[in-house]
Each structure stands twice: as C-alpha cells, then as structure tokens.
C-alpha cells in the first residue's frame, strides 16, 4: 500500500508540475546550498520516475487535479499546519486507496464490455467464414481451410516446426507474421498448434480461432485486443528433427 501510495503522489507531484508549467511557468530555482540542492534532486527523482510510468503506459491518476489544491494539501502538511489541514494523512490516504478503486473498477469493467464486443464481432466473423468453400469446423471450434495438403509427415503436439505465417484479426489488421520462424507446438497458443497438427509438411491453411483457443480475455501485447478471434495464414514448412 505505501509503494502504490507513494507512486501516487509521485504522478500527482509530476502533472501538476505539468500544469503548473503551462499555466504560469515553472518556479524560479536558486541552489544556493545543500538543502536547495536536494529539494531540487527530489524534484528531479519524482519526475524522472513519473516519466517511466509514462513510457509503459502507467499514468496515475487518470484525472486531472487542481494545481492550487494540490499545492495547499502539501505545504499545509509539509509545514505541519494542523490549523489548515483539511484532510488528515489517514484519511487522505484511505481517500487515494478507494478512488484507485474505483478507477480500478471503471476499467475492468470498460475491459468486459470490449471483451464481449470482440467475442461478438468474432462470432460473426466466424458463422460467415464457415461458409466459405473448403472451411472445416473441428470439434474444438477451430475452422481450417486447406489450401495445400502437403506431402510427409504431420507434427505432433510436442514437435519442433519451422513456419511461415501472417496473423490477422477479423478487421484485417495485420498482428505478426514472419518466414520461416521455428517453434515448438506445445509453446503456441492451442487453435495454432491444433491447426499445424492437421497439416503435412509442405502444406499450407488457413486457421480460424476463436478467442478461447487464443489468447482468451487477455490482451496479447498492443495488437491483439482480450477477446479476440484470429485468424493465421500458414505454411508448415518443415518438422525439425529431434
């Protein structure tokens, strides 16, 4: 709780440094001596940490706070002016803990109301792939599409393979893809594995999964929403040998 608090404070020091600078400038600094120095250092420290929050994406708190009484709060409590303090250091800090909660709870719950507008843009997606010419419907819900039966062997759940693929998701953004990339199946997601597992070497398909033989609720990095379907043009190029 005090690191979750104190990474509060430190993002709410830095955007009202933000707001403080655009609005009027920054204060006048004079490092006269050793406590200036180190007032400054710790201005700098708060900083520096708030923009490594900003460059993984981490911004706390997602509002924006008034600079006049975010300053008041500090120089009331850093001066120890209990005369002027309106709020005390407990409840001020239950007050910071319960609205990261909250936050917390907006957006797990934007989180599901994406996730079940994805399954059903996926689901749509998928009843109208199902009719396409050639497409296979597994038991598992994985759809496949032969393009090239291949000749040789078919690799097992736990095969080494070599691949080429493109990954797209129902909109027709392109996630990934490479040329003959190697990996072992048991360390792909389950309707990737199930569906190089139908193919023989040489052979090339067309895989459609739905979100639960992919990444599930999850998102996967930037690219690929939580509860997307995907779909994957591949080549199975080759099973490497053991």
Not at 18 to 44: H, Q
Request: proline share 2%; with cysteine; hydrophobic share 35%.
């Amino acid at each position: 709780m005090k690191k979750l608090f104190f990474s509060s404070l430190i993002a709410a020091a830095a955007l009202v440094g933000v707001s403080s600078c655009c609005n009027g400038g920054a204060p006048k600094v004079s490092l006269n001596n050793d406590l200036d120095s180190l007032g400054y250092s710790y201005g700098v420290l708060f900083g520096t940490q708030y923009s490594n929050f900003s460059d993984t994406g981490i911004i706390v708190p997602e509002v924006s706070m008034d600079a006049d009484n975010f300053l008041a709060g500090f120089i009331n409590a850093f001066k120890r002016d209990s005369n002027n303090v309106k709020i005390k250091a407990s409840d001020a800090e239950k007050f910071v803990r319960d609205y990261q909660m909250k936050l917390q709870k907006q957006r797990e719950e934007q989180m599901q109301k994406e996730i079940a507008e994805n399954k059903e843009k996926g689901h749509a997606f998928m009843a109208e792939n199902a009719k396409k010419e050639g497409v296979k419907t597994l038991e598992s819900g994985l759809q496949i599409q032969i393009l090239n039966e291949g000749k040789g062997k078919q690799p097992k759940a736990d095969d080494d393979v070599t691949v080429s693929y493109k990954g797209t998701l129902v909109d027709g953004t392109v996630f990934d893809q490479g040329d003959s990339v190697q990996f072992n199946l048991n360390r792909v997601v389950k309707g990737f594995s199930e569906g190089l597992q139908n193919l023989k070497e040489g052979g090339k398909a067309i895989l459609t999964m739905p979100s639960d033989l992919a990444y599930g609720d999850r998102a996967a990095g930037h690219k690929i929403p939580a509860g997307s379907t995907l779909q994957f043009e591949v080549e199975l190029v080759k099973i490497n040998k053991k």
